[in-house]
């Protein structure tokens, strides 16, 4: 079926989608984490999110056979379409390709050669369906960079993760590296059934927001430190710590003290603010950065 305003195929209709695929032989692969968004309502929810302040574009990661997208480019906003998949890059051609507002790239979000496209990140935003498989991998890289703002789809117990408080068990290292870089909010849930194929959880739509400009050296510290903080996260933080950066426990001690942490606490009971005087503490000390040594796999 067609939509009946730009004449294009319905791409948030299941039947039309699986026309479409079956058409370009590009069956969805579990291994590429392809569940693609079929529900109008929450694709319209994430546009108007996305274009809630001006942009000059946006940026979509993973943008499979093209259903948001679509709704992107019927919003007429300029679109940059990353998508690592032959078959699903042939789709979104096919239906789509002839818009003036859409350029699609062969390239992996995650390596980042896609950036130099974008002239000013402070003026454009960065929308995605992430792929379950490499969520983890595609924050640690999307987060830090400057968008004015980016709205993705996560795992629900991933979104819980990003926005948890101290004290939660949900929280970890990527909550704090998150809380460094960006503020961030959980705009909806999502049902298995908003997608093809129905994936076999629940997902979530995160808003986040840039914090000011980060220091490359503290951010790298910081992210060494909560690192060996989440490493063994059962541990307390001063046997955590000890274990994940090689220091004598003596010397740990004497870094929890001067930066005012509590060595008996667990990783996640600490706020940003007490990772950032551990991180900078640890700098003033040591007078170096220190590695995080993971803990050995279990037997």
Known sequence: MTDPESGRPDLTRIATLRGLLAAADARPLRRLGQNFLVDANVRDAIVRAVLSDPVDGVVEVGSGPGGLTQGLVDAGVRVLALEVDPRMRAVLQDVLGGAANLTVVANDARDLAWLPWVEDP???ALVGNLPYAVTSELLTRLVPLPFSRQVLMVQREVAQRLVAAPGSRARGAITVFREYHASARILMRVAPGSFYPRPGVE???VELRPRAESDPREAGQLRQVVRAAFGQRRKTLRRALAGGLALPGARVEAWLDRAQVDGGLR?????????????RTMTELEGRSCSFTPPPAAP
């Open 203 to 205: 997902s979530a739509v």
């Open 122 to 124: 402070g003026r454009w």
């Open 267 to 279: 990783a996640e009971e600490l706020a940003l603010e007490d990772f950032l005087r551990l991180a």
